[in-house]
């Protein structure tokens, strides 16, 4: 499985972006999908995660009311759509595919890695 991320950038305090996250080479259905984030400095924190049906998700406390995690099976993408962003978000944003189909907030559980895609919130 291939992820490839996007939809970074630079944005305004209290602006929105929404991430994608396009898995190829196998059927994205049986995975769980998750979002980390790594800021400068800082070690990879757990962001978001839906299960393979789309019916289960979870986010880490810092974001809960602020994103929304979503897929679309149809098109082999993952988003995240991100509201209200604030300086302490910027950070490279990863997504990654857990076999199994079910979530989990723990990064070595996740089998494969995008290669992340930069947020930068200005203040």
């Known amino acids: 499985v291939q992820l490839q991320a996007s939809g970074g950038g630079l944005v305004q305090s209290g602006g929105s972006l929404r991430l994608s996250c396009a898995a190829s080479g196998r059927p994205s259905s049986s995975y769980a999908m998750g979002w980390f984030r790594q800021a400068p400095g800082k070690e990879r924190e757990f962001v978001a995660a839906i299960s393979w049906s789309g019916g289960r998700t979870s986010y880490t406390d810092s974001v809960k009311g602020q994103f929304t995690i979503s897929r679309d099976n149809a098109k082999n993408t993952v988003y995240l759509q991100m509201n209200s962003l604030k300086p302490e978000d910027t950070a490279v944003y990863f997504c990654?595919?857990?076999?199994?189909?079910?979530?989990?907030?723990?990064?070595?559980?996740?089998?494969?890695w995008g290669q992340g895609t930069k947020v930068t919130v200005s203040s």
């Open positions: 990654a595919a857990r076999s199994g189909g079910l979530i989990t907030i723990v990064g070595i559980n996740y089998d494969y």
